[in-house]
């Protein structure tokens, strides 16, 4: 890493002791001194609780496999800044990432914006400039007041929305629908994921207010799973016996809602084949979620009370217990909640520090585990906490590290031996 990389990262790490500002004057002001970037692109916007990294990476392979060079931005990133903002599934260099802060800064300073605002920023100038044709841009948190919302998209996504970041976005699930129903546009169409009823209702009721279609899951497109294939099919969209290397049958009602939205696009004058959805399909990855690594190890980046009962319906069709759990929490993620899902499925609990600030104290998280009768250790470093597990469990049994993405990151960069660069393409 050069000096002045590490010197820009320690700059805009320095802008999260802003925290977290929902609104969007400030991305505004900003991206209007830039000159409005986000005004040339072509945009599909995407916002949910879960799946909407791995919708949006499915999204950026099946333009790879179009030949068609697109840009993607998605947050967090797992070890290296710059997988938040990648050109035709690449990530960018780190020189373009200094050349980009830089440019950036001074009006960053002048507005005190959050971290966020700055990257959401940074990422439509670079696709801007490097003259993407499309761009698929992830919220960061709920829709209706989240940074990327100051664009005007060609289509937007809404990937499953489930409750979580309640302090800010409600403690109701329909609280939380409205709010990511926010990125709804008048003349700009939607398509959701399979949904709660009550958060469908929220959905049909926006999308009439402003007059626009709403595809739905089950409705106008279809995904029906079969031995370790899938099918996808809509309006002018048949895919059949579809293999992808995203483990879980959520992944494929995540890879249908993509595969919709360019079927979608397509009726719309973009040019892309079948032959093409169906390679972008096949050949997406998504590190850290439901990712397996030699010796029968699998992590995943489950951190709220939905992600959890996804990865607890993977468990059980893959007939999996007696695992050995290293897990840690954010102090905001329902703890209880996710246990409950995981612990019928484990042997033996390894409690661990994700590197967050608002971490479950170790002995607290223990301690609830211990309630359930479970041999429970705790090691406050995550990386002894893995090598504890390492230690104990035999060669036949499974070790998961689930609870928290940031643990997820910690754990993987140990094991694996270079993750400088995480492809997301096959």
Known sequence: MAPDYQESLAYLYSLQFF??????????????????PQESLRIIHIAGTNGKGSTAATLANIFHAANIPAGLYTSP??????ERIRIDTQQISESEAVELIDELRPHAEALRVTFFEFTTAMALLCFQRRGVQWVILETGLGGRLDATNVVVPDLCLITPIALDHTAHLGTELTEVA??????????????????????????????????????????????????????????????????????????????????????FLSRQGLEISPGAIQEGLGKVRWPGRLEWLPDRILLDGAHNPAGAKILAAYLRQQKLDKLHLVVGCKADKQSDELLSELLPFVSRVYVTLPPVDDAVPVEKLAQKVRNSGIVTSEYPDPIVAIQAALEHRSM????????SLFLVAVVREFLLPDVASLAIAG
């Open 19 to 36: 925290g977290i500002k929902l609104g969007l004057e400030n991305i505004r002001e900003l991206l209007s001194r830039i000159g409005n």
């Open 77 to 82: 990133h797992l070890h290296s800044f710059t």
């Open 178 to 263: 409205a709010e990511k129903a926010g990125i709804f546009k008048s003349g700009v169409a939607a398509i959701s994921a399979a949904q709660d009823a009550a958060v469908t209702t929220v959905l049909q009721q926006r999308a009439a207010q402003l007059n626009i279609p709403l595809l739905q899951f089950g409705r106008d497109y279809h995904c029906c799973s079969e031995d370790g294939s899938f099918t996808v099919s809509g309006p002018g969209l048949f895919l059949d016996k579809v293999k992808t290397t995203l483990a879980g049958r959520h992944q494929q009602q995540n890879l249908a809602l993509a595969a919709a939205a360019i079927s």
């Open 396 to 403: 036949e049994e499974i070790i998961l590290v689930a609870g």
